[in-house]
C-alpha cells in the first residue's frame, strides 16, 4: 500500500534567515483551486511558499519560505483538490465552482529534485516573461478601453466614428427646426414655444453658402407661434421631413478643415489597429513561448497518465458522488455512478469535471506512472514472455492456498455428481417398478390429457366405478363408446349441442320441468323445494331459461370463462352421454375441456387477451403445475352446483363429485393443492393493482397511480421469483412506475420554482412522502439501468436549483431537502399500506384488463406484455 500510493518530497526553505531541508512523505498531494486555472498553476503554487528569492539567494535575509521538491512519486499519484472554503461572512462552508483544467498525460518533471537547477531557470525566465506580459496587456488594455468616463470604447473604433461625422453631409438647420409640434391627446391643440432668445440664434454672419440667414429663422418661428396646429396622430400619420440627417453631422465645415481633418484621423486609425495588432502578436508569443517552457525532452521523462476522476455535485453540505475510471483494455472511460456502470467519454469527463458547469467538479485526481504499464496491463512471465493470466498473477504463498481450496472444492464437487447419480438410479429402478404393477391391473376407459408432466397412470379414484346407480357393464363399454362418439362427433354450435338430445324430457324448453336438486337424495319423499325461473345469456354458449331450487345457482358464477368451457365440454359429449351413459361422458367431457385449456395455453397471445386471467388451469399449466393438482381443479369445475340446471349437467356433476369423493388423502396433497390456488389467488390481486393503476395513469391521477403500480411491481417480483408465467411482464410496471415518478417529480419541482410558500410545501411533501420513498425500490435492483438514469435526471433537477439565486427560506428547504434525496441507501425505511382493492368478477376483470392493455399497446407499450 504505501509503495503504490506514497511518495516523498524534499522541503527546502529559510526560515528567519536559516537555511533547512527537511524529507517528508506524502500520500494524497493537498492542492488549492481558488484563483488558478489549471493544474500547473496548482502545483506552481504548491510549490512555493513565501518569498522565493531569498531561498536561493546569495544573501541570507532575513525572509522566510520554503520550496516542495519530489525525490520519489508513488506508481499512483493522487491530487486532492480543495474546492470548500468557509465564508467567514455567512458563518458557513461554501463549495467554489470555479473551472479548473487538467490534463491527461501530466509530466511531473519541472517538480522533481534532480530537475531543481533546470526549473528554477525556467522559472525566473516565466516570471520575466510574465512581468513583460502584464506590461504589454496593460498597454493593450488602454487601446481597447479609452477614454476618461465610465464608459470606452477601443481607440481605433473612436477614431473612425470621428471620421464618419466630419464627413456627414452637413444641414443648415438646428435639430429642433424643421420638426412639426404635435398637440396633447384627446383632440387638444398645443402652441409652439416661444421663440428662442437672440443669443440662441445663428450668427447674421454667416454665408449663405454654409447656413440659413438668422433673421429668416426669426420670421419663421414667429409666423408659426401665431397660427394653431392640428394634432400629429403617430402610427397613422407619417410626417417625416424628407432631409432628415439619419445621423448627426457637422454646422459648418470647409473642404479644407475636411480634407485635413480627414488624413489625420486615416493616419492615427492606421496607426492605431498597427500598435494593437503588434500588442496582441507579441502577447500571443509571450503565451506560447511559456507554454512551450518544458516542452523538451529533458522535461518530459516523467510521464503521468490519467486513471480516475471522482467528482462532487452539490454543495458544501450536500451532494452527489461518482467516479470516471479509464478502462485501459477497451480504451474506454467508464463512469461508474452508485450501482450503475456506463460508458463514457472524455468529452462528458471534462464537462462535468472541469467545473463551472452547474454544480458538478473533480475534487479528486489519481494518475498512474505510465512507464509502468503493469500496474492496470497484463503481465507476462519473464521467461517465457507469455501473458500471465488467473493464478499466475498471485504471489507464491497466495497462490498456493487458492489452489488448495480449489481441489477441496473440486472433491466436494465429484461427491455431489456420485450421490446424485446413485439417486437418479433408484428413482428409475422405483418408475419400473411402478410400471410393472400398474400393468397387472386394468387400464383406464379413458385416455389421459395431453399433458406432457401427466404420468403414464390414471390415479385410483379415476378408475374406480362412480356410484351413480347406472348398469354393470358401463365400464366395459366406456372404452369402445368414446371410441364411436369421437368418430360421430360434428362441429355444431355449442347451443345447439346444449339444446339438442335423444330424450324429450331432457331438452330446454321456455317452460322446463323443474331439475331434481344435486344437493339431496332422489326419493319421492322428500318435500318439493322453492324453485325460481331465469333467463341467462352465457357469452358464448347461448340464451337459456333456467329453473332450479332457490339459491342453487350463481348468476355470476354462470358467466365465468370456466363455467362457458365446462358447458360446452358437457353439450359436445351428448353423444356419448346418449349412448354409454354419464360416466363416459364425464371422461369425454374431461378430455374435450383439458384439450380446449392445452391449446389456450400453448397459444402465443396479446397481453390484451391473458388466458391465464380466464383459467386457473391455464396458469397452473404454464406453470407446470402437478397433474394431481390439474385433476382436481378440473372435478371441482365439473362439480359445481351451478351445472344442476337441466338432466344431462346434473347426472356429469355426480359422477364429478363421485369421483371427488373417491380420492384418498395420500393422493393429492392438500397443502399443496391450497398452495398453487394461493398463488393464483396472489396472480389476480397482483392484476388488480397493475389494472387499477394503469386506469389512474393513463388518466393523469400520478399520486393515485404510484401507489398501485408499486405494489404490482413488489408483488409481481414476489411471483416471479418462482417461476417466469407466476406474474405479469416486469418491464412494462417497471417502465410505468418508472414513468409515474417521472412526473411526479417534474410537477414537484414545477411547484418548487413557483416560490410561493404553499406551492413549495406541496412540491416537496409530494418529494419526501412519495418519490424519496420510491427511490430506494428503484436502486435496489442493479440490473435495471433505466432506472438508475431516471433516478439520476430526478437528482439532477434539484440539484440545478443549487447554483441559482433563491429567497433564504427556499434555500433552507433545499438544503434540508436535498440530502435526502441523494441518499444512496437501498434500505426501504418507511413506506404507506397497500391500497385496499375492489372484488371483480372475472369477467369484469378481463374486460377491463383488456381494454387497458390495448390502450397502452395503442400509445406504444415499451414492452410486449406477458
Known amino acids: 500500500m504505501v509503495e503504490l500510493f506514497y511518495g516523498r518530497f524534499l522541503a527546502v526553505g529559510v526560515l528567519e534567515g536559516k537555511k533547512f531541508e527537511n524529507t517528508e512523505m506524502f500520500g494524497q498531494y493537498p492542492l488549492q483551486v481558488n484563483g488558478f486555472k489549471d493544474l500547473h498553476e496548482c502545483l506552481e503554487a504548491a510549490m512555493i511558499e513565501g518569498e522565493i528569492e531569498s531561498l536561493h539567494s546569495a544573501e541570507n535575509s532575513a525572509k522566510s519560505g520554503q520550496e516542495h521538491w519530489f525525490t520519489e512519486l508513488p506508481p499512483v499519484l493522487t491530487f486532492e483538490l480543495s474546492r470548500f472554503e468557509f465564508n467567514q461572512a455567512l458563518g458557513r462552508p461554501e463549495k467554489i465552482h470555479n473551472k479548473l483544467e487538467f490534463p491527461s498525460m501530466l509530466y511531473m518533471d519541472r517538480y522533481m529534485d534532480r530537475n531543481r537547477d533546470i526549473t528554477r531557470i525556467k522559472r525566473e525566465e516565466i516570471r520575466r516573461l510574465k512581468e513583460h506580459l502584464t506590461v504589454l496587456q496593460q498597454r493593450l488594455e488602454r487601446y481597447l478601453s479609452y477614454g476618461s468616463g465610465p464608459k470606452r470604447f477601443p481607440l481605433a473604433d473612436v477614431l473612425q466614428y470621428a471620421m464618419e461625422f466630419a464627413s456627414s453631409k452637413p444641414v443648415c438647420t438646428s435639430p429642433v427646426e ?36 438668422g433673421l429668416q429663422a426669426q420670421q419663421q418661428q414667429q409666423q408659426q407661434q401665431q397660427q394653431r396646429v392640428s394634432i400629429h396622430k403617430p402610427f397613422t400619420q407619417s410626417r417625416v421631413p424628407p432631409d432628415l440627417p439619419m445621423h448627426p453631422a457637422p454646422r459648418n465645415i470647409t473642404d479644407e478643415e ?127 514472455g507469455q501473458m500471465l493470466s488467473g493464478l499466475d498473477k498471485l ?53 389421459c390429457p395431453p399433458d406432457n408432466t401427466a404420468p403414464q397412470h390414471d390415479p385410483e379414484y379415476m378408475e374406480q366405478q362412480s356410484p351413480t346407480g347406472d348398469s354393470k357393464h358401463l365400464q366395459e363399454d366406456t372404452q369402445r363408446a368414446i371410441s364411436k362418439a369421437a368418430a360421430e362427433h360434428d362441429e355444431k354450435s355449442p347451443e345447439a349441442l346444449l339444446n339438442t338430445s335423444s330424450h324429450p324430457d ?3 324448453t321456455s317452460d322446463p320441468c323443474p331439475p331434481p336438486d344435486p344437493e339431496q337424495d332422489d326419493s319421492a319423499s322428500s318435500p318439493p323445494a322453492p324453485q325460481r325461473v331465469v333467463e341467462v345469456a352465457i357469452p358464448n354458449v347461448g340464451t337459456f331459461v333456467i329453473q332450479s331450487k332457490e339459491g342453487g345457482y350463481d348468476d355470476e358464477a354462470m358467466m365465468t370463462p370456466n363455467m362457458q368451457g365446462i358447458i360446452m365440454a358437457i353439450g359436445k359429449s351428448r353423444s356419448v352421454y346418449d349412448k354409454c351413459g354419464p360416466e363416459a361422458a364425464f371422461f369425454k367431457a374431461m378430455k374435450v375441456e383439458y384439450t380446449r385449456l392445452l391449446r389456450f395455453a400453448q397459444e402465443d397471445t396479446p397481453p390484451e387477451r391473458d388466458y391465464r386471467l380466464q383459467h386457473v388451469i391455464v396458469y397452473f399449466i404454464h406453470n407446470q403445475a402437478p397433474k394431481k393438482i390439474l385433476e382436481r381443479t378440473l372435478l371441482m369445475q365439473f362439480a359445481d352446483r351451478n351445472l344442476g340446471f337441466d338432466e344431462r349437467c ?22 399443496e393443492y391450497e ?46 421469483v418462482k417461476g417466469p408465467y407466476r406474474g405479469h411482464d416486469e418491464d412494462l410496471i417497471a417502465h410505468y412506475r418508472r414513468e409515474c415518478l417521472l412526473k411526479l417529480n417534474e410537477h414537484a419541482a414545477a411547484l418548487f420554482e413557483t416560490g410561493e410558500e404553499t406551492e413549495v410545501n406541496a412540491g416537496l411533501s409530494i418529494m419526501n412522502e412519495l418519490v424519496v420513498a ?31 439565486e433563491m429567497e433564504p427560506n427556499l434555500q433552507e428547504k433545499l438544503t434540508d431537502f436535498l440530502p435526502k434525496l441523494l441518499d444512496c441507501s437501498t434500505e426501504i425505511k418507511s413506506f404507506h399500506e397497500p391500497p385496499k382493492l375492489p372484488a371483480y368478477s372475472t369477467l369484469e376483470l378481463c374486460e377491463r384488463y383488456g381494454r387497458v392493455m390495448t390502450s397502452l399497446t395503442l400509445s406504444r407499450t415499451p414492452a410486449d406484455g406477458r
Open 506 to 508: 331432457s331438452e330446454v
Open 650 to 671: 346434473k347426472s356429469i356433476m355426480k359422477v364429478a363429485r363421485a369421483k371427488l369423493e373417491l380420492i384418498k388423502p395420500d393422493e393429492v396433497n392438500m397443502e
Open 774 to 804: 420510491c427511490i430506494p425500490l428503484l436502486l435496489v435492483d442493479e440490473m435495471e439501468e433505466k432506472d438508475m438514469v431516471a433516478v439520476e435526471d430526478m437528482r439532477n433537477r434539484w440539484c440545478s436549483y443549487l447554483g441559482q
Open 178 to 213: 424643421d420638426i412639426d409640434t404635435t398637440a396633447p391627446p384627446g383632440g387638444m391643440t398645443a402652441q409652439l414655444p416661444p421663440p428662442a432668445s437672440t443669443g440662441d440664434q445663428p450668427d447674421a454672419s454667416v454665408s449663405p453658402e454654409g447656413s440659413c440667414s
Open 258 to 384: 475636411l480634407r485635413v481633418l480627414e488624413g489625420c484621423l486615416h493616419r492615427w486609425r492606421s496607426e492605431v489597429e498597427n500598435d494593437t495588432r503588434d500588442l496582441q502578436a507579441s502577447i500571443s508569443r509571450i503565451h506560447r513561448t511559456i507554454e512551450l517552457m518544458y516542452s523538451d525532452k529533458s522535461m518530459m521523462q516523467v510521464p503521468y497518465r490519467l486513471h480516475a476522476v471522482l467528482v462532487h455535485e452539490g454543495q458544501a453540505n450536500a451532494g452527489h458522488y461518482w467516479a470516471y475510471i479509464y478502462d485501459p483494455h477497451h480504451r474506454q472511460w467508464m463512469k461508474y455512478n452508485d450501482i450503475s456502470v456506463t460508458k463514457s467519454s472524455w468529452e462528458e469527463l471534462v464537462r462535468d469535471s472541469f467545473g463551472g458547469y452547474r454544480n458538478a467538479s473533480a475534487y479528486c485526481l489519481m494518475y498512474i506512472d505510465d512507464k509502468k504499464p503493469f500496474l492496470i496491463e497484463e503481465e507476462f512471465d519473464k521467461e517465457t
Open 395 to 447: 504471489p507464491p504463498d497466495l497462490k498456493e492456498y487458492v489452489e488448495g481450496d480449489n481441489k477441496l472444492f473440486e472433491k466436494e464437487m465429484e461427491e455431489w455428481d456420485a450421490l446424485q447419480a446413485r439417486k437418479l438410479q433408484q428413482e428409475k429402478l422405483a418408475l419400473a417398478a411402478a410400471a410393472a404393477s400398474v400393468a397387472a391391473q386394468p387400464m383406464s376407459t379413458e385416455p
Open 675 to 720: 398452495m398453487w390456488h394461493q398463488d393464483y389467488r396472489n396472480f389476480r390481486e397482483t392484476t388488480v393493482f397493475l389494472l387499477i393503476g394503469l386506469e389512474l395513469f393513463l388518466k393523469k391521477s400520478y399520486v393515485e397511480a404510484l401507489m398501485y403500480l408499486v405494489y404490482a411491481y413488489q408483488y409481481n417480483k414476489e411471483l416471479l
